[in-house]
């Protein structure tokens, strides 16, 4: 399997502060690095699909970047919506597998 | 609008079987391209793939849980199911149903673009 790993777990930051979150993966896996935001009690929501392509009706302020194994969602300017936990998650082979999250909180 | 909704029952007993559908409406789950499959949450941790299917009958499972698992498909009804059987303590979770878009290097399951809303089964005496 191939194995994700995000960081930081955690963060806590200001609204307007530019976020990023990183996700690493064990072996190369072209640009096949999805990125998906929870927010409590709902189901999670595509944001980022092949590394850098944005989802469907997903804000501008959030974008994506890497290849082969380090990834980046980045967030341009925390809104109070976006607090939520983000997971990487890859499409490269079977099983599909997610990092750990990374939950995004306000100061 | 594409809308999955997971149903069945919240609580099962250990060693039991636990079943869930999926209803799909605003679209067919014959709509080719599209494999549809199944995601769980432990309450507090992260996210495991449990398998999907194309509507033709092709399945693949997570290899952790794959002697254990069954997806199947209802396309008169525009449903897919989850069959899960001996169940522990461990298999306690949130159980979203999903669909997958073609992709990653075979073309096989890859990004969830919709969900269900999700169902929490507990498994428990």
């Known amino acids: 399997d191939i194995h994700l790993t995000q960081s930081p777990s955690s963060l806590s930051t200001s609204v307007g502060d530019r976020v990023t979150i990183t996700c690493q993966a064990s072996l190369e896996i072209i640009n096949h690095l999805n990125w998906y935001q929870q927010k409590p009690g709902k189901a999670p929501k595509l944001l980022i699909y092949d590394a850098s392509n944005l989802g469907t009706g997903v804000p501008s302020r959030f974008s994506g970047s890497g290849s082969g194994t380090d990834f980046t969602l980045s967030i341009r300017s925390l809104q109070p919506e976006d607090i939520a936990t983000y997971y990487c998650q890859q499409s490269y082979n079977l099983p599909l597998t997610f990092g750990g999250g990374t939950k995004v909180e306000i100061k | 609008q594409l809308q999955l909704q997971e149903s069945g029952p919240a609580l099962v007993k250990p060693s039991e079987a636990l079943s869930l559908t999926c209803t799909v409406s605003g679209g067919s789950i014959t709509r080719s391209s599209y494999y549809w499959g199944w995601i769980r949450q432990p309450p507090g941790k992260g996210l495991e793939w449990i398998g999907s299917?194309?509507?033709?009958?092709?399945?693949y499972y997570n290899p952790s849980l794959k002697s254990r698992v069954t997806i199947s498909g209802d396309t008169s009804k525009n449903q897919f199911s989850l069959k899960l059987s001996s169940v522990t303590a461990a298999d306690t979770a949130v159980y979203y149903c999903a669909r997958f878009q073609p992709g990653g290097s075979y073309g096989r399951p890859s990004v969830s673009d919709y969900w269900g809303q999700g169902t929490l089964v507990t498994v428990s005496p």
């Open positions: 299917m194309y509507y033709s009958g092709t399945t």
